[in-house]
């Protein structure tokens, strides 16, 4: 069975590999993510996710502890009015963004990539998240709880910011980081099941 690594630093893809039973090896593969120039919020998720996988085969190239691995790769962005919301550098900017999301409808693409050897699929799933009206002295109380820090779009729906969604249509755990549906399809084709029992577990 090939082993499997993650190309990503993100805990989100980490717990989710490991809800759905996939034991792997993480890896750091970091690349460019500016967007390009006229470059589409869809093409510029799958561009990073190939990116990313790609990064991290070429790491092992020449390592001999990873003969038959499989490489993941994945990239989110929110996206509003076709615009690819980052991450807020500031307070100002996660205001900003809070307020253009607010009583609004947005999408959320994340893209997939597994590639081994010469071989790679990929794949983009694209959801809808509605958000209830967020008045401004709630989204200066999130700020202030640190977790839109890092977060694409300035909110973690599995955490804090799950109070602002009114409604999602689309893969939940996409939305997270990790389409676990699209990802166990593909992971199945290269040989990697999912539901693995962790070493020594004899039960």
Aim: with cysteine.
């Amino acid at each position: 069975m090939p082993h499997l690594l993650l190309a990503s630093g993100s805990p989100r893809r980490r717990e989710l590999l490991t809800q759905i039973g996939v034991p792997f090896t993480t890896l750091s593969a970091d690349i460019d993510e500016t967007p390009l120039a006229n470059e589409t919020p869809a093409a510029y998720v799958l561009r990073l996710a190939r990116g990313k996988a790609d990064a991290g085969l070429l790491q092992l190239a020449n390592d001999p502890a990873y003969p038959t691995a499989c490489v993941l790769g994945a990239d989110t962005a929110v996206v509003l009015d076709g615009r690819i919301l980052g991450k807020p550098a500031d307070e100002a900017e996660a205001l900003a963004m809070l307020a253009a999301l607010s009583n609004r409808e947005h999408e959320v693409l994340t893209a997939i990539a597994v590639v081994h050897e010469e071989r790679c699929e990929t794949r983009t799933v694209t959801s809808r998240v509605r958000f209830r009206a967020i008045p401004e002295d709630e989204a200066r109380r999130y700020w202030a709880s640190g977790e839109p820090c890092d977060k694409s779009g300035g909110y973690g729906i599995q955490g804090l910011g799950a109070v602002f969604v009114e409604n999602l249509s689309g893969s939940y755990s996409a939305v997270v980081g990790l389409p676990l549906c699209e990802t166990a399809e593909i992971l199945q084709r290269f040989g990697i099941p999912c539901w693995q029992r962790p070493e020594g577990d004899k039960s």
